[in-house]
């Protein structure tokens, strides 16, 4: 049984999904497998994926989603450990092999994420001081933004069972809400080592295509608090960033005219509000 079980999920990254492919092949701990689900792509996807036949395993569904392609691997992934890497982005060459390292001296509890190099367009852009990566217990800061990115964890598959998988009834924050189950309850491990490269500028990343995102980490949060074994102090954190949250969503929706959606997510916040006073 391998050690590592990489999953790419993928939709029409023809041009893109080679170089993701090469640089798990490339990584110098050789201990691990690689599935790539193709989630429905109608571009040259498969094709470009035809040459990799004997060194991955390549499944295919209908178009159903990130959350969907990436719990089909997981669900052929027979690694104790298991790594996302989307497809428009890759590793450099020793991430695996650096994670590997800390989870031979962690329990089965083992979650980790790496530092990372963005490129826009090719161009290196700097992160933000509030972007800024860390380890331990960091529940708070992960309510505020996704601190953790799909393409730079490591997780044991104990850990991953026992929190849940992808929700898939999220098109979009299906990776926040994740994270949130997580630092809820469990320290993350942190390599301050640049071993991703994460490329944006695509138009069809889902940052691009879906708006106002922040209605799926408000969904996100709802559920973490309705986690009875949430402690009481990280449920008042929880309900305070949902409040703060509904009020950017009703400001959006006010400015578009929707005034359904704006009067709902006041009424939400209003509920919220008044079980935290």
């Given at each position: 049984m391998p050690l590592v079980s990489v999953i790419i999920p993928t939709y029409n990254r023809a041009g893109v999904i080679g170089r993701a492919v090469r640089s798990v092949l490339a990584q110098s701990h050789r201990d691990l497998e690689l599935i790539v689900v193709d989630d429905g792509s109608t571009d040259g996807t498969a094709k470009a994926l035809a040459e990799f036949s004997h060194e991955a395993t390549i499944l295919r569904q209908p178009n159903r989603g990130v959350s969907s392609a990436r719990n089909l691997g997981i669900s052929h992934a027979k690694g104790e450990l298991i790594a996302f890497l989307d497809s428009d982005d890759e590793w450099l060459p020793d991430k695996v092999a650096r994670q590997v390292e800390r989870y031979r001296v962690t329990d089965s509890s083992f979650v980790c994420h790496t530092d990372e190099i963005w490129l826009r367009d090719g161009k290196p852009v700097r992160q933000k001081a509030i972007h800024r990566k860390q380890?331990?217990?960091?529940?708070?800061?992960?309510?505020?933004?996704?601190?953790?990115?799909?393409?730079?964890?490591?997780?044991?598959?104990?850990?991953?069972?026992?929190v849940?998988?992808?929700?898939?009834?999220?098109?979009?924050?299906?990776?926040?809400?994740?994270?949130?189950?997580?630092?809820?309850?469990?320290?993350?491990?942190?390599?301050?080592?640049?071993?991703?490269?994460?490329?944006?500028?695509?138009?069809?990343?889902?940052?691009?295509?879906?708006?106002?995102?922040?209605?799926?980490?408000?969904?996100?949060?709802?559920?973490?608090?309705?986690?009875?074994?949430?402690?009481?102090?990280?449920?008042?954190?929880?309900?305070?960033?949902l409040i703060r949250k509904c009020a950017v969503v009703a400001g959006g929706a006010a400015k578009r005219g929707n005034t359904a959606d704006a009067d709902y997510y006041r009424e939400l916040a209003r509920s919220h509000q008044d079980l935290n006073y």
């Open positions: 380890g331990g217990r960091f529940f708070e800061r992960a309510l505020e933004r996704c601190l953790i990115s799909p393409s730079a964890v490591m997780l044991s598959r104990a850990l991953l069972d026992r849940g998988w992808f929700d898939e009834s999220l098109p979009a924050a299906e990776d926040y809400d994740l994270w949130l189950r997580i630092t809820a309850f469990h320290a993350v491990e942190y390599v301050p080592e640049p071993l991703v490269v994460k490329h944006g500028g695509l138009p069809n990343q889902l940052s691009m295509t879906v708006p106002a995102i922040d209605r799926f980490r408000i969904r996100a949060i709802e559920k973490i608090i309705a986690d009875p074994l949430l402690s009481a102090e990280y449920r008042q954190a929880a309900r305070c960033e």
